[in-house]
Structures are given as C-alpha cells and as structure tokens.
C-alpha cells in the first residue's frame, strides 16, 4: 500500500530539507507548528519515521547521542564543533574497508563518521580571547 503525503508530512520534510543544521525532532516541531499549529510531536516522531522509512531521510547520532535528522542521505560524513555544536556536512571521499566486518558475517547498510574540533567561527573566536 502506497503511503499518502498528507499535509503534515510535506511540511516536515519541507522544514527538514530547508534546513542545513540537522535539527532534532523537538526542532522540527518548533519550525514546522507556525504552518500548522495543531501539529503535535508525536505526529512529528511519527512522519520522520515515515520519512527514514521511505529512504528521503537520514537519522544522525552524534556524541550527545540524540537524534538528529538530515535530508541529505547521499554518503556524507559530519563535522561537529565541540564549542558552537554546529553540525556541518563533509563529501566522502573513498569508502572504507569494510571486508573485516564481513568476514565476521556482518551487514554493512551505512556508516557515518563524525569530525570534531572547532568550526572557523569558534576557532576565530578562541584567538581572539585573552589568554
């Protein structure tokens, strides 16, 4: 059974797609709610589920562990900033080895990786602080 784009749908991921910052589900709500202010969370859980389900998102977890989401779901990896806790995406460049993982009689589906330090932004500003 083909699954319907209902209206709350399409603006969650018209929100998700928009955005470039890898919101969690309680940020999809809070920019979602001006277009539909009867929406609730858990409608909002339910249709990024949909979503990872139809393959047109991705979920991120990242070193707080929570839930991130990102419309992008070409390989890519991440760089997060420890200062500003900006999420910014990174092309894939090669594919790793994964023959180990296997040979142990794992599946591989996908894997991201996760670059932390400090965005332009934040390291600017750490030069500009007195020591």
């Known amino acids: 059974m083909k699954s319907r784009a209902t209206r709350q749908l399409t603006a969650i991921y018209d929100a998700l797609a928009a955005s470039s910052d890898h919101p969690t589900a309680d940020q999809v709500y809070q920019r979602v709610r001006d277009r ?3 929406l609730s969370l858990g409608t909002v859980y339910r249709n990024l589920d949909k979503l990872r389900e139809q393959g047109r998102l991705r979920i991120v977890r990242l070193a707080d562990g929570q839930a991130r989401y990102d419309a992008m779901v070409d ?3 991440h760089f997060v900033c420890e200062r500003c806790g ?3 995406d990174l092309p894939r460049r090669g594919r790793p080895a994964f023959s ?6 794992c599946v591989v589906r996908w ?12 390291a600017a500003a750490a030069v ?4």
């Open 111 to 122: 894997h991201t990786t996760a670059i932390h330090g400090l965005c332009a932004a934040c």
């Open 128 to 131: 500009e602080l007195p020591a």
């Open 75 to 77: 390989d890519h990896d």
């Open 36 to 38: 539909l202010p009867r």
């Open 86 to 88: 900006a999420v910014h």
């Open 100 to 105: 180990a993982l296997r040979e142990q009689g």
